[in-house]
């Protein structure tokens, strides 16, 4: 359940702006006549409640309000540069921005959802009830903002007008928070009145950084107030701590889709990206995949690129599926960014044109940035988020340190990457979604592809990811669940957004279904009776398991019906790797689709056993488990635990 606006609105509460006219009393304490002015053209009662509460809680020296002008964008960069929140790169329009050491990824330890007594969460998230909530803001945020600008900005999550657009306030104190809003989303102050109005409502967030110091870490904390449609974070600096115009407002989005939009939208962990087919169509993917499992790379296989992280589908009046991008550039990991796998994004990086913004990188004394895994010639010795580092250096326990995180990030405008489709990126009407994958980090178990025999098996391949660690860890343990890669951004419990799945997609409305499939490019060697744990596939193959996705969407070739799917010939996969320049040994695709089946009996008994623990789990995906383990099992009975993709065939047909 959700409930919108309901218990305290703990902005309102602490700020204590009620009226209009108290309101503009605020405004004029705070903004010089200018920023003044850009507020009098905003109408919407609301959000102009909103933004004087964060003022008069935050209590800041004045206001800046970003319009996204060519001016105010230049200023937030100038502004940063100048309070030392980024510094300057070598290249022009690049900046770096360091977080606190122990602030390089979302702290999910101080993430919370604010819910109203009785109210239920999901398993893997954690909540706090509000009166908490408002006691713990009202400790940490009233003056955060003191001897700071604090600066608004006016966004759209998507393209103004699209159906799933929304709009949202972005109110911080940190002005590397605003730059990456510049570069990340689209600006809609013309038409924010508009907006909200068509939409029916608007998220906000507000954010101060405070004194930036590692003492203040502990008291970090991201709330997500669902009822008001409101974050607060504070004490941090980390875009996915602070930022929370991203994964902040993702959750309200999913919330929203699972409760209020049902059968009719979703909010995904997902890329978004087209593939030029035969005869040049095109043919648009929206893929899942867990945060630092090749989603950015994958969705930049495409020909199309849209975009790498969030997807916003909904189902249009002619029965097909749509998605946008809520954002318009990328955040992306430059761990293992290298020419050969990423040119794209090399080029973006590393020659002139492209504004960036690099986080937790290295930083010569030249002013270049470096990163692990670029390929690259690395120097002796620079500044990281750590201090100064020379090759060599070793921490405490006496392991290297490496050259950067390994969540080093970098922001860029989509339009600075080479095969981004801005016009079709850009259309409310957005793109044709018609296939849909769902990708691990599995080492030991399912096929490179599959393709779900119908929409309740593709509900459940997105209800049974899993991701190791790293992808050289193997076997059960190490391995985590990450149901559609969504689940740290699933406010409610997992039965009901699972629910809201199989509603979608098997919607009579929806009238040209996508596929469902799964993806895995992580299988190992050892767990194909070789050696090691290196990897089966290469990057590059990627195209090729897009490529067979293409075909199968368009229903230009046939495949092989297993328990747990399609699977590709290995004729037509031939000649896909001949496409990309590459043999495909036989025995390679043996490899890569014979059955382990006892590894897939595993799987589901673990899957199993964890949706059993829940409430209310559809018993659809029990059902489906059911079939599948059957049918495995009589494959086993009559082949043994090891099935090749012959017998597959024999045995299904006999
Ligand atoms: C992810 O971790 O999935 C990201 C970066 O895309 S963050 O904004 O931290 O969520
Ligand atoms: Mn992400």
Request: net charge negative.
């Amino acid at each position: 359940m959700l409930e919108l606006n309901k218990g305290i609105d703990i902005l309102a509460e602490i700020g204590g702006v009620n009226t209009l006219d108290e309101a503009k009393a605020v405004f004029e304490a705070k903004c010089d006549a200018e920023n003044l002015a850009k507020l009098g053209r905003i109408a919407t009662e609301e959000a102009l409640l909103k933004i004087a509460n964060a003022i008069a809680m935050t209590d800041p020296d004045d206001v800046f309000v970003n319009t996204g002008s060519p001016l105010d964008l230049e200023l937030v960069r100038i502004k940063s540069l100048d309070k030392g929140e980024e510094r300057p790169v070598a290249m022009r329009d690049h900046t770096l921005h360091f977080d606190l050491a122990k602030e390089q990824a979302r702290i999910v330890d101080r993430t919370f959802y604010i819910v109203n007594p009785g109210e239920e969460t999901s398993v893997l998230a954690q909540k706090i009830l509000r009166d908490k909530a408002y006691e713990y803001v009202k400790t940490h945020m009233p003056g955060i903002a003191r001897g700071k600008t604090l600066l608004v900005g006016f966004f759209s999550r998507g393209p103004v007008g699209a159906a799933a657009a929304i709009p949202a306030l972005e109110i911080t104190t940190s002005t590397y928070v605003m730059h990456s809003a510049n570069i990340l989303y689209r600006h809609v102050y013309d038409r924010f009145d508009e907006e909200v109005e068509r939409v029916g409502y608007f998220f906000t967030n507000v954010h101060g950084e405070g004194p930036n110091r590692t003492e203040d870490l502990p008291d970090a904390r991201v709330f997500m107030d669902r009822s008001w449609l409101t974050t607060f974070s504070m004490l941090c600096t980390y875009a996915g701590n602070t930022l929370l115009l991203k994964k902040g407002n993702h959750r309200f989005a999913v919330d929203l889709a699972t409760y209020y939009d049902r059968e009719d939208k979703l909010s995904e962990h997902m890329f978004v990206t087209g593939l030029t087919g035969p005869g040049g169509r095109k043919t648009y993917f929206a893929g899942a995949a867990p945060s630092g499992c090749g989603k950015t790379t994958t969705a930049m296989v495409g020909t199309d690129f849209i975009g790498d992280d969030l997807a916003q589908l909904w189902i249009a009046d002619d029965g097909t599926l749509r998605g946008i991008n809520p954002e318009q550039g990328i955040f992306g990991i430059v761990r293992d960014v290298k020419q050969e796998d990423d040119p794209y994004l090399m080029k973006a990086l590393r020659e002139e044109g492209a504004e960036v913004i690099w986080t937790n990188v290295l930083i010569d004394v030249h002013g270049v940035p470096y990163w692990e895994g670029s390929g690259e010639d690395l120097p002796e010795r620079g500044v990281n988020f750590q201090g100064g580092w020379w090759r060599g250096k070793m921490d405490e326990k006496g392991n290297p340190v490496p050259i950067s995180n390994k969540n080093a990030r970098c922001t860029v405008h989509c339009t600075s990457i080479g095969n981004y489709n801005e016009a079709a990126a850009e259309d409310p009407k957005g793109v044709e979604i018609e296939v849909i994958t769902y990708s691990g980090r599995d080492s030991d178990t399912m096929p490179p592809v599959r393709v779900a025999k119908t929409p309740d098996h593709g509900v459940v391949i997105g209800a049974s990811i899993l991701s190791a660690a790293t992808a050289t860890e193997v076997g059960v343990t190490g391995v985590r669940r990450q149901p559609w890669a969504n689940e740290p951004f699933i406010p409610g419990p997992l039965a009901d957004y699972m629910d809201a799945q199989f509603v979608f997609f098997n919607s009579d409305k929806l009238k040209n279904k996508p596929i469902m499939a799964g993806l895995n490019y992580f299988l190992t060697h050892e767990a194909r009776g070789g050696d090691g744990q290196g990897l089966l596939g290469e990057k590059r193959d990627v195209k090729v398991w897009l490529g067979w996705l293409e075909l199968m969407a368009n229903g230009d070739i046939d495949a092989i019906n297993t328990p747990i799917g399609l699977i590709p010939k290995y004729e037509d996969l031939k000649e896909l790797f001949a496409g990309i320049g590459k043999e495909y040994p036989k025995d390679l695709y043996d490899k890569q689709f014979a059955f382990y089946i006892d590894n897939i009996l595993g799987r589901i008994d673990l899957q199993e056993e964890a949706y059993r623990k829940e409430e209310n789990v559809p018993a659809r995906l029990f059902e489906v488990y059911e079939e599948q383990r059957a049918e495995m099992e009589a494959l086993k009975a009559k082949y043994g635990p090891i099935v090749s993709v012959e017998q597959v065939v024999e045995g299904t047909e006999g």
